[in-house]
């Protein structure tokens, strides 16, 4: 059992799948019920936890120069976990290996809806769609007709009803079905040009070789350093017993050592930390550490001794000093992976590079340099590595006499990109002469703005310091008022053309608007302003390319763009006959649910699982199982117990579930947990998952305004997938369909989905 599925979680496979296809916020991927067999996921993620936590061990920590955690997370964790799932299938499904395929049949007919056939092949795709833990292993008959009933079937029917309803004559679904084939065509010839650079890229030993002579001294030499091994025994600092039993245990793994007993085997033994193995925390520099007092104290060590007991912010310590050294140079055979990583890295970003201007050379590109705008104190353009969208621009000239443009000819492609001048394009005169009573209105203004300078500077130099700075701070705000008022100004002006296709405002402030929030800046700086520009010029070119590559009329490009067009039909569907029908719960809903949940409990668990409820037997053994774990509670530390006997995924942390209110919580355990005060223990507790042994760490009221919105968005979601599942029963009713049964066994049988 997974740590949510002991929540309440109304929602089938059918909803996972829906929420994927639909893309519907309300619903959560993790809300699904997991069936118990279904281990897959948590085990993958526990013993990529550990390898990673490994490999951290092995390549970090060698240079402040070296990878950041985060680049060092994003370079191991999917190596680690495609090796991890690989060597974990057979062990989830059973199977050695993949199923013979001589005797499987892709192609056979699994249900039929209307006129359409739904093979085995089509089935299998829908199922690749789905996230990584939705998904179950359809290796019984039951499992394989609910996932063609609640996840095939409902997908075509949707997209029937989507089309029954034309709602791909509407403009608003023909403006995003064609943003969505651009976006493709882009990122298909993207991918393929990419594919076929990194197949070219071959580092060799003596690249690797070199690379290390090179950077040793600065990215690969430790200098006044320990490597740690902990013994650790975590407490909960909030409760005063179990600071007090961690204190105990740590005391006496403390004696133990005193009295000669090997430190790994007090490690096994007594510490909370089984995440490093034999309790090796690694390798550290004492520069990075300087404010660490825990570390700092091991540096007081000699070689092999160990520290007191050391108390920290969750958990006693105590450090052994394995190695001290006063410079260490991590070998090569450690940072060989990451050296040829990369070095592959920076020649595929380099050849990526060259490619995209040779590409760009071979067009005619105006950027108006002057109608960007932007301030002047920033002309170099800053470029991403890698990014094919990046930013590739020559430096505005600082004091230009003309307007000009950045013009690339088909010549020039070798010296790069020339300045050449242009005239400014001159704009389409408006009916009326309202645009030269604009301009000549524009240009009082100018001339107000600067007197209101000049009289700002003078005041400046004439005043004190405090009038200077606010008469700056005032020129800020009229320049970044001036340029909100530029971007917000004439949508068809022309910024920049590529061989005659204009590139206006509105594709700019369009750019800007598709930016993630914490990327939309004031784009106050020339700089930030004409990297958006490239931006919006590579896309122009990448997309004519990628036409006359023939992109868009591979097979494999079809398929997924009519798959896309079909989110693009469903999602259309269900905001009319959902999503737009749905009402806001009412401030009385509101309050009635808080008086329910008015409170906010964290807890720690021990569950004995029962698999067959209706068993017994079963039932009995494990209630006597749960008693006797129930018993020791009082003389033996609860996070120690979990992890012995937990059935939950949650053992590994001491049982701890995630903050909760009442009704998150399947009734029996709720209930249970509400008559708990802080640090008390229940008796065992029976649910559909098993019996569960409850321990109250904290619990604390909830303020109505406070959560207000939380609870709102909570009963939205709610609402919206009662309505959602409800809109797809109606949907069934009215679709005739029917399943091959027969089909469906020798899809079993060939293990088709297993393979």
Request: with cysteine.
């Amino acid at each position: 059992m997974k740590i949510f599925t002991l929540f309440k979680r109304t929602a089938v496979l059918g909803a996972a799948a829906l929420l994927f296809f639909f893309g519907l916020p309300a619903l959560r991927a993790y809300e699904v019920d997991q069936n118990p067999d279904v281990k897959f996921e948590n085990h993958v993620r526990q013993i990529v936890s550990e390898e990673v936590n490994r490999a951290f061990e092995k390549y970090s920590g060698a240079s402040k120069n070296s990878l950041k955690p985060a680049e060092l997370s994003n370079l191991l964790i999917p190596i680690i976990t495609e090796q991890v799932v690989k060597r974990s299938i057979p062990l989830i499904t059973g199977a050695t290996g993949p199923a013979e395929s001589k005797d499987s049949d892709s192609s056979l007919v699994l249900a039929k809806i209307k006129n359409k056939k739904i093979t085995a092949n089509d089935a299998v795709e829908e199922y690749l769609k789905l996230p990584q833990n939705s998904r179950v292993f359809l290796n019984t008959f039951e499992k394989l007709k609910s996932f063609l009933t609640e996840v095939v079937l409902v997908n075509q029917i949707v997209v029937m009803e989507a089309e029954n309803k034309n709602l791909a004559d509407r403009e608003e679904i023909k403006i995003q079905v064609e943003k969505a084939f651009e976006n493709l065509l882009i990122e298909s010839y993207y991918n393929q040009i990419k594919d076929e650079i990194i197949k070219a890229v071959n580092i060799t030993e003596s690249q690797v070789a070199a690379f290390y002579e090179e950077n040793k001294q600065e990215r690969f030499q430790i200098k006044d350093c320990v490597t740690l091994a902990n013994i650790f025994v975590k407490y909960n600092p909030d409760d005063s017993n179990s600071v007090q039993l961690a204190r105990n245990k740590i005391e006496k793994a403390k004696m133990e050592l005193d009295l000669g007993t090997h430190f790994e085997k007090v490690w096994e033994k007594h510490s909370d930390d089984k995440t490093h193995k034999n309790g090796v925390l690694g390798t550290f520099r004492r520069d990075m550490y300087s404010d660490n007092p825990i570390i700092a104290e091991a540096f007081s060590r000699n070689l092999g001794e160990y520290t007191n007991t050391i108390k920290g912010n969750n958990g006693f310590y105590i450090l052994k000093v394995l190695e001290k050294n006063d410079s260490k140079t991590v070998p090569l055979a450690d940072v060989k992976n990451l050296i040829e990583t990369e070095l592959k890295s920076k020649i595929e970003n380099d050849r990526l590079e060259e490619w995209l201007k040779t590409v760009k050379s071979k067009y005619n590109i105006k950027i108006y340099r002057e109608k960007i705008g932007g301030a002047d104190d920033t002309i170099e353009v800053g470029q991403q590595q890698g990014s094919i969208l990046a930013n590739i621009a020559a430096a505005p000239p600082k004091t230009p006499d003309k307007p000009k443009t950045a013009e690339i000819s088909a010549d020039s492609g070798k010296n790069g990109p020339k300045e050449t001048a242009a005239k400014p394009e001159k704009k389409p005169e408006a009916k009326n002469g309202k645009s030269s009573k604009k301009k000549s209105s524009s240009n009082k203004k100018s001339k107000s703005a600067a007197a209101k300078k000049d009289k700002k500077t003078s005041a400046a130099k004439n005043g004190n310091g405090n009038g200077g700075a606010r008469a700056a701070a005032d020129d800020k705000k009229t320049a970044a008022a001036a340029l909100d008022a530029k971007s917000l100004g004439n949508l068809n002006e022309v910024l920049a053309e590529v061989d005659g296709v204009k590139v206006t405002r509105l594709n700019y402030n369009e750019s800007i608007s598709q930016l993630p929030s914490f990327h939309k800046n004031d784009f106050n700086k020339f700089a930030d302003r004409l990297a958006i520009v490239e931006k919006i010029i590579n896309r122009i070119i990448l997309k004519k390319e990628a036409k006359l590559a023939q992109i868009q009329n591979s097979p494999a490009f079809k398929k997924e763009m009519k798959d896309i067009e079909n989110k693009i039909l469903a999602r259309a569907l269900i905001f009319e006959e959902v999503t737009k029908k749905l009402i806001e719960p009412s401030t009385k809903e509101l309050k009635d649910y808080f008086s329910r949940n008015s409170a906010e409990f964290q807890v720690r668990h021990i569950l004995i699982s029962v698999k067959n409820p209706g068993d017994q037997n079963e039932v009995e053994t494990a209630r006597q199982k749960a008693m006797t774990v129930f018993d020791k509670v009082d003389t033996q530390d609860f996070v120690q117990l979990a992890r012995q006997h937990s059935d939950d995924v949650s053992k590994n942390d001491g049982g701890l579930l995630p903050l909760f209110t009442y009704d998150d919580m399947v009734e029996n355990f709720s209930d249970a947990v509400v008559k708990l005060k802080q640090g008390g223990v229940a008796k065992p507790v029976l649910t559909h998952f098993g019996f569960h042994i409850i321990k109250l760490e904290k619990a604390r009221p909830l303020v109505f305004n406070e959560v207000k919105n939380k609870i709102k968005e909570k009963l939205s979601g709610s609402t919206q997938k009662k309505a959602l599942l409800n809109y797809i029963e109606s949907l069934k009713e009215s679709y005739a369909f029917e399943l091959n049964e027969e089909n469906i066994n020798k899809a079993i049988e060939q293990k088709i989905f297993q393979r």
